[in-house]
């Protein structure tokens, strides 16, 4: 399965942006980039997903770099109700998400 | 739309009984999917199915876990007999796949089990 590696944790300050990273170094020319996150005891729920140019959408925007194989998962303006798990993925569709650890992301008020 | 729905919600059962999960696909998707949460192994998928049929179980760990899918609405995921290592949240997600593909897997609020 194809691997991504992202940080275990990150902090932030409440209505600060938050850039959060993840690496793709084995990512194929017809992957997607997904995101999802995991709210506490909720279940993961999709973010944003891109191929090669950034995209934006009412929760984050992707930032996808030239080369595609770094990514970053953009909050403009972070708030406690984004406290939570962020995965990233890479993949040629939704059929098959293999979950890594994630990046723990802490929002200080 | 009610989005996935897993029951029950919460379930404590003693070790060597049989438990049933319960899911309910969003209407019109066609592909649904099961995983279990445990802070030791993170999120694993178990196994999927596309238009009823399993595509994938090789993440079923072993052969006390079952699902079946007799329907586009109904999904169930059987473990007989129940250990303590089973306790876990499971969650069920489905998603519509269109030309084979689909990008945005909707996930239900889980099943917290606990096998005493």
């Known amino acids: 399965d194809a691997k991504t590696t992202q940080p275990n944790s990150m902090e932030s300050n409440e209505e600060e942006p938050v850039h959060l990273p993840c690496n793709h170094s084995t990512i194929s020319g017809t992957d997607y980039i997904h995101w999802y996150r995991q709210l506490p005891s909720q279940g993961p729920e999709y973010v944003i997903h891109?191929?090669?140019s950034n995209v934006n959408n009412r929760m984050a925007s992707l930032a996808i770099a030239e080369d595609r194989k770094s990514s970053t998962l953009i909050l403009h303006r972070a708030t406690l109700r984004d406290a939570a798990v962020y995965y990233c993925?890479?993949?040629?569709?939704?059929?098959?998400?293999?979950f890594g650890q994630g990046t723990r992301l802490t929002i200080n008020p | 739309d009610a989005g996935v729905i897993q029951s029950p919600r919460h379930e404590v059962t003693e070790m060597g009984q049989e438990v049933t999960l319960r899911c309910k696909p969003i209407?019109?998707?066609?592909?649904l999917f099961w995983y279990r949460q445990t802070m030791m192994r993170g999120l694993e998928l178990l196994i999927y199915?596309?238009?009823?049929?399993?595509?994938?179980d090789s993440g079923m760990p072993e052969d006390r876990f079952s699902a079946k899918m007799p329907n586009a609405s109904f999904s169930t995921l059987k473990i007989q007999p129940s250990e303590p290592r089973d306790s876990a949240v499971y969650f069920c997600?489905?998603?519509?796949?269109?030309?084979?593909?689909?990008?945005?897997?909707?996930f239900g609020p889980g099943t917290r089990l606990t096998v005493t």
């Open positions: 891109g191929l090669t």
């Open positions: 993925f890479q993949n040629q569709g939704a059929q098959k998400l293999v």
């Open positions: 997600a489905s998603t519509r796949l269109t030309g084979g593909f689909s990008y945005e897997q909707y």
């Open positions: 209407s019109g998707h066609n592909s």
């Open positions: 199915f596309n238009n009823n049929v399993p595509i994938d």
